[in-house]
């Protein structure tokens, strides 16, 4: 049974987000406070310009030291200011065809530049509102049956636990578990687990419980294993693009779904899933409406989108995914290869700090090619991962997350976080347990 550490409600009043927010920092705060915020530019190791410039383009990566883009990730100013400025346009005539038509432009572009990014045939996207969207459209889009099976693994996120405990309670499906901790053969444990009533796969791309990242050889030869099968291969992508490399075709899933809301740093509530073209028939509509439709009439007719937008339906947040769109094609223009790279050599720094302390130890996967920006420490037994967030936070500016292990402490690395932060976090951590 899962149970989800509590973390207390650590919301701002407005007086206190004035005096933090970056808005009014230079106005209101004193020096003084500013200099204990965490990753300031003027102290510590000089960082490269690409850096630089893009942290600054962040506000609230140096208002503290911000390691938690596994919950939700920052966005940029070019991003804000795309969502506000789609959103003024709009609303000066929401249904007048000259502002509706140039926002009805926004999602087929959006889809589709997805689409040839993260390596998506171009009528395999569809805009969702968060990765759990898309985990629900996967889901459910089996006829179950009593004994059906399903495969997830023990480090998956409530998101694609739940939505299997309503499908087991309402229609008598089975939940089989395998072992994701660090070292293990995820070949073999699905191996394990399959049966002749096996009908999914569904499993994280990259854990947010140990940052396992499940390689894309691996996901592929996966990929291979069920389709001989015909059992239906989900991944759940929220840990994903911008966190580790993602090729959709090359990791050899049916489906994926994934957020702009955390590694690509988009807007809040926003989201895609991914299918292959020649699945759209087998991954089934169960929730539709207008939008969904390439025909209907009033008669009992009508006849789904020839791709994935056929999951899509009603009216949806526009400017939003103007942001979405923003967003990525920032991540881009930064480089995917240069963010990703640097991703992984801030996290070997991480690991080596780790390895030259005793008072911490990993668990994230120490192999390189198994780890992802998601790097996970584990403190020593009685010392409980929700109290130490709670003073990093409060007395350190320090920003990290606990997990489902009560002594594992997450801190998310992205491209914009520094060594020195990650050395300051280390030294806080042991200093606390
Ligand atoms: C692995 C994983 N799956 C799903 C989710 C839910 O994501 P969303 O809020 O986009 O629905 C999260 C969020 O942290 C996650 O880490």
Request: glycine share 8%; with cysteine; net charge negative.
């Amino acid at each position: 049974m899962l149970q989800e550490n509590k973390v207390p409600d650590r919301s701002l009043d407005r007086r206190e987000f004035l005096a933090k927010s970056s808005l009014s920092a230079a106005a209101v705060v004193p020096i003084g406070t500013l200099a204990r915020f965490a990753g300031l530019a003027g102290s510590g190791r000089p960082q490269e310009d690409w850096v630089r410039a893009a942290r600054n383009e962040i506000p609230a990566s140096t208002e503290s030291s911000y390691f938690q883009t596994g919950g939700v990730g920052p966005s940029s100013r070019r991003t804000m200011a795309e969502v506000a400025e789609k959103l003024h346009f709009q609303n000066r005539g929401p249904a007048d065809p000259r502002y509706s038509g140039t926002m009805a432009q926004i999602e087929p572009g959006l889809r589709s530049y997805l689409a040839s990014v993260f390596g998506v045939g171009q009528d395999g996207v569809a805009l969702t509102h968060s990765t759990s969207e898309g985990i629900s459209i996967a889901a459910w889009s089996q006829n179950w049956m009593p004994g059906d099976e399903v495969i997830v693994s023990n480090q998956e996120h409530p998101a694609n636990v739940v939505p299997w405990y309503v499908l087991r309670d309402r229609f008598g499906i089975v939940m089989r578990e395998i072992n994701l901790d660090a070292g293990t053969d995820l070949i073999h444990e699905v191996r394990q687990a399959l049966s002749s009533r096996t009908r999914m796969v569904s499993i994280s791309h990259v854990s947010r419980n140990n940052g396992r990242r499940v390689r894309t050889d691996e996901s592929a030869a996966l990929g291979e294993l069920l389709r001989s099968r015909d059992i239906v291969y989900h991944l759940d992508g929220a840990q994903g693009p911008g966190c580790v490399d993602v090729d959709f075709s090359a990791l050899g899933c049916d489906c994926y779904s994934t957020c702009g809301h955390k590694w690509l740093l988009g807007p809040k509530g926003t989201g895609a899933f991914f299918v292959r073209e020649d699945m759209l028939d087998r991954i089934q509509l169960s929730w539709a409406g207008s939008h969904s439709h390439a025909t209907m009439d009033y008669e009992g007719s009508y006849s789904l989108l020839p791709s994935a937008a056929r999951y899509e339906f009603g009216t949806r947040a526009l400017a939003d995914f103007a942001g979405f769109h923003t967003a990525v094609s920032w991540m881009e223009e930064l480089g995917f290869d240069r963010v990703l790279t640097r991703i992984q050599h801030l996290v070997t720094h991480a690991v080596d700090v780790v390895d030259a302390r005793s008072e911490v130890q990993l668990a994230s996967p120490r192999a390189e090619q198994d780890r992802s920006g998601v790097f996970v420490l584990r403190l020593p037994s009685g010392c409980d991962a929700t109290e130490v967030y709670n003073r990093l936070a409060d007395e350190r500016n320090i920003l990290s997350s606990p997990v489902r292990q009560a002594g594992d402490l997450r801190l998310a690395v992205h491209f914009f976080n520094t060594e020195d932060e990650i050395d300051a976090a280390m030294d806080a951590v042991a200093a606390l347990c």
